[in-house]
């Protein structure tokens, strides 16, 4: 539950699971960030440097609160784990609409603006992996540090969460058996596999904002996809 002294969540007693490692979801928001600095200046000038910046600034705080695992919130770091998330999407989806604009025109040289297209697809998939995470069931810390009858409702629904009358070694990693609750390495795997698919696969979402948020990502990733073979076809052309 929530101490609403220090806003700080506390372990349930009846609760398996250790709180998540703070370290995957870094790497991917410092991942996300560099392939956005990288990209070439037909693209972004100055305000790729202010993404960056402000994306930084959003992480200090963060890592000073749970340097290691995901065990202590605030109503402040919730607001700030949210904005970055947010704020690597948004950026990227801007940035997105000038490479398909730069696509479209033709006028520029090929095989720099195929990288830009890449760089584009991988950057929107850790940004919607990073959303994902942050959204669904209240977040990576209430998903380990409030009892379950206490979440939020689950925004998508994992193979683990429903597992728990299959065969014994399967059965064991289920969310009824073992506690489980997805991690950031889950969310970055449905987000690549519903990016490369245009489809929920093994995952499937439950809530609207859910829904709406992995139909963006598809259709991103298919239009990135459309335009990318078409330009490589008039390439060879």
Same mark, same amino acid.
């Given at each position: 539950m929530l101490r609403h002294t220090l806003g700080l969540m506390e372990q349930h007693p009846s609760r398996q699971v250790p709180a998540e490692h703070r370290w995957p979801a870094i790497i991917g928001v410092v991942a996300a960030l560099a392939l956005y600095t990288f #990209?070439?200046?037909? !693209? =972004?000038? /100055?305000?790729?440097? /202010? /993404?960056? %910046?402000? %994306? #930084? #600034?959003l992480v200090i705080p963060l890592l000073i609160l749970n340097p290691h695992r995901l065990n202590r919130e605030t109503r402040l770091s919730r607001l700030l784990s949210l904005g970055l998330a947010l704020l690597i999407l948004v950026a990227n989806q801007i940035t997105l609409v000038l490479l398909i604009k730069l696509l479209v025109e033709g006028t520029h040289d090929g095989p720099p603006l195929l990288l830009s297209a890449l760089q584009v697809? =991988?950057?929107?998939?850790?940004? $919607?992996? !990073?959303? $994902?995470?942050?959204l669904d069931r209240g977040g990576p810390v209430a998903r380990t540090r409030l009892a379950r009858d206490k979440l939020q409702p689950a925004d998508f629904r994992f193979p683990q969460d429903e597992d728990d009358d299959a065969i014994t070694e399967v059965r064991a990693r289920s969310s009824a058996v073992a506690d489980w609750v997805p991690t950031f390495v889950d969310y970055l795997y449905f987000s690549l596999s519903n990016s490369m698919a245009f489809s929920p696969t093994d995952t499937m979402p439950l809530s609207h904002r859910a829904k709406l948020l992995m139909g963006l990502e598809a259709l991103a990733g298919f239009i990135i996809l459309a335009l990318v073979i078409a330009r490589a076809v008039s390439l060879i052309g």
């Open positions: #990209l070439p200046n037909d !693209l =972004l000038s /100055v305000q790729r440097y /202010v /993404v960056v %910046g402000i %994306g #930084l #600034l697809w =991988l950057t929107n998939v850790i940004a $919607f992996a !990073l959303v $994902f995470w942050e």
